[in-house]
């Protein structure tokens, strides 16, 4: 997309406040300068998106009085600029003796400390490193002001909770410039230092981390393979012609680009490929080309056939079970990618450069697509289990009908009640599951581990395995209790299990453990989004009755003696916790 | 080159382009305070690829004052 002019950026952000409908996701920006401009550019980033973003700025310089404010925003962002800590410190600090820069060091030390334990509840909390490269002193590698921020910044990733996610505001600046970063017109009479040109900078910094809180974050990379992972046309030039190769000067782009694919795999990113060729042609090459690094054991999927991409694509999204939103498509043919757009326009499409050297920054530059707040266990071995998935597939065709397929299966659920140590994998299962998910709360690790160790709500989760293998921790119920009702505030699975009828066999059991600690009643909820329409009748099939319905939103409610068990017998639920 | 101006003092004060005219100041627009006036500053930079110097800035407090400025500054900067 090209970039907007911030005239543009006003005046569609004020189009797209009116227009983007969903729930507001606030964000406070806290800060000793003005930077009140930043706020339509943040906006505007995420409107985009479809997330209704509502930027608060809080006061001059006022951190840790707003700290106190603040902590109820869905996000929170502290500007806290190093020239500013002291009135003019960026000049008079090169005159201080150095117990003078301690003790400036200590104080501030010990207000970051103070902020940041007032905001220890808040689900995502930015926080920029100090920088000192806007006054620099040349010819000196350490000025007293650069000591003074490298202090600050060991400091602050050192006491930096789970909640804190730091920006490194140097690569900012470098990415467009220190002369096109700071104004200083405004400088010496509001305090105002940085450029639009910065702030759009730093959007496009901060936008990765609040997409994947909001569950935006892309799951898979889908390639072409001619001219995109490889120079040369494989049905042409031959499996000996075609270059990959680290030692040839075009061979060695896609050597890159191959090992960027394999490092976002390795993050849990699903690799696919989507071609038009003989399928035994690039098997070979997968197979045997000595240059080749993405081998069959990295790729969860592959569409090597003559059909249109779109339909190609379609399948993808089907057979992985994720939705087109979470894809990304790189291809070389200007042809494909607009039938992509023109077709698919929720796919993210990537064209191979003109200027091949162009390639791997381009696919760098777009990384935060794919940037995860809680990377886990799961993710490391995500395509083995999407592997698994397509195994599952091929075996049900050999049953007539399901329940007998389901049988055969060996289906085992383990159930793991308020485990802190799976607080980093719950919080991922909120923030990215979309299709079998009651109510879509998207919640950080701050948040669930607020939920485990309470004593008025409890949270279960759950593995499920069968005989091909592990799926992980792939469910979650969070349940608030008061007195003798308990609400279920999420319940949730991840697309991998779904279809094996895990959820009542998982509804037997909290009910069953509900009565147990005197629960007399439950009530839940249903919220649509535009992916969950196929749980809208869960509650229901789970004798469930209905308080009141409407197009957004059922509510339930259930006397436990009214409930009546399914008792499935195939699967087999275990507790899960070790005591 | 009005109708751009007014376009970007719409998109700064998030008001509608009609409600502009010959008189507009901070006393007739509610939202056109030191901040606001910042931004549009910077919007109409932008716009017109031009820098306003300080005594420009403070000077330029209704819409026929920037229109003289903004004329003035692209006649000499040419």
Not at chain 1, 210 to 235: E, V, Y
Not at chain 1, 363 to 368: C, D, E, I, P, Q
Not at chain 2, 29 to 43: C, F
């Amino acid at each position: 997309m090209k970039t907007l002019s911030y005239p543009e950026i006003l005046k569609l952000n004020n189009e797209l406040g009116k227009s983007v409908k969903v729930k507001p996701y606030r964000i406070s920006v806290i800060s000793n300068i003005t930077i009140h401009q930043i706020k339509e550019i943040i906006e505007c980033s995420l409107r985009i998106e479809n997330i209704n973003a509502i930027v608060e700025i809080g006061d001059y310089d006022n951190i840790i009085q707003d700290s106190t404010k603040v902590a109820d925003s869905n996000a929170v962002i502290i500007f806290w600029e190093l020239c500013n800590i002291v009135e003019g410190l960026n000049y008079k600090i090169e005159q201080f003796e150095e117990d003078q820069i301690n003790e400036i060091a200590e104080k501030i030390c010990l207000e970051i400390g103070l902020t940041l334990k007032n905001l220890e509840s808040s689900s995502l909390v930015i926080v920029n490193n100090f920088s000192s490269v806007i006054f620099p002193y040349l010819c000196k590698t350490q000025s007293n002001f650069d000591n003074l921020a490298n202090i600050l910044n060991k400091h602050l990733s050192n006491v930096a909770p789970k909640n804190v996610k730091l920006i490194d505001v140097n690569k900012v600046l470098c990415q467009i410039g220190i002369h096109k970063s700071i104004d200083l017109r405004y400088y010496f009479s509001s305090k105002a230092l940085y450029t639009i040109d910065f702030f759009k900078e730093y959007s496009r910094f901060v936008k990765p981390l609040i997409m994947s809180a909001n569950g935006k974050s892309k799951k898979a990379i889908i390639f072409d393979c001619d001219n995109t992972l490889w120079k040369g046309i494989l049905g042409e030039d031959g499996f000996e012609n075609i270059d990959m190769s680290a030692h040839s000067k075009s061979g060695i782009i896609f050597h890159e680009i191959q090992s960027l694919a394999l490092a976002l795999n390795k993050q849990g990113i699903l690799l696919g490929l989507c071609s038009k060729n003989n399928l035994s042609d690039i098997e070979e090459v997968i197979r045997n080309h000595p240059d080749m690094l993405i081998r069959e054991e990295y790729i969860t999927i592959k569409k090597i056939n003559w059909t249109d991409k779109a339909t190609n694509i379609r399948q993808i999204a089907k057979e992985l079970n994720i939705g087109l939103d979470s894809i990304v498509f790189v291809d070389d043919s200007p042809f494909e990618i607009n039938l992509i757009k023109e077709q698919l326009p929720e796919v993210k499409v990537l064209q191979v450069p003109e200027k091949l050297y162009e390639y791997p920054q381009m696919l760098r530059s777009n990384l935060g697509l794919f940037y995860n707040l809680s990377l886990t266990k799961e993710d490391l071995v995500k395509s083995q289990i999407y592997k698994q998935q397509s195994k599952r597939e091929e075996l049900k065709s050999c049953f007539s009908n399901v329940e007998e397929y389901l049988s055969s299966l060996e289906l085992k659920i383990h159930v793991f009640e308020d485990d802190s140590s799976l607080i980093p994998r719950l919080a991922q299962m909120t923030q990215k599951t979309n299709q079998f998910n009651l109510t879509t709360q998207r919640y950080t690790e701050t948040d669930i581990e607020i939920f485990v160790n309470s004593d008025t709500s409890k949270v279960f989760a759950w593995s499920v395995s069968d005989k091909f293998g592990d799926n992980g921790i792939t469910g979650l119920c969070i349940i608030k209790l008061n007195d003798k009702n308990a609400e279920i505030d999420t319940f949730l699975m991840s697309c991998r299990i779904i279809g094996r009828n895990i959820e009542f066999s998982v509804m037997d059991f909290l009910i069953d453990h509900l009565n147990k600690i005197d629960i007399d009643s439950i009530t839940a909820k249903y919220l649509q989004t535009a992916k969950n329409a196929q749980v809208a009748d869960f509650y229901k099939k789970c004798s469930f009755k209905i308080l009141h319905e409407n197009e957004k939103e059922s509510k339930f409610s259930l006397e436990l003696k009214n409930y009546k068990n399914k008792n499935i017998n195939y699967i087999k639920l275990e507790n899960g916790n070790k005591n | 080159m009005e109708t751009k101006i007014k376009n970007v003092m719409a998109a700064v004060f998030e008001m509608p382009v009609e409600n502009i005219n010959i008189d507009s100041s901070p006393d007739s627009i509610d939202n056109w305070d030191s901040l606001k006036h910042m931004n549009l500053i910077v919007a109409l930079e932008e716009e017109f690829n031009i820098e306003f110097n300080d005594d420009e800035i403070t000077e330029m407090m209704n819409f026929k004052l920037i229109v003289e400025i903004i004329k003035h500054k692209l006649q000499t900067d040419r």
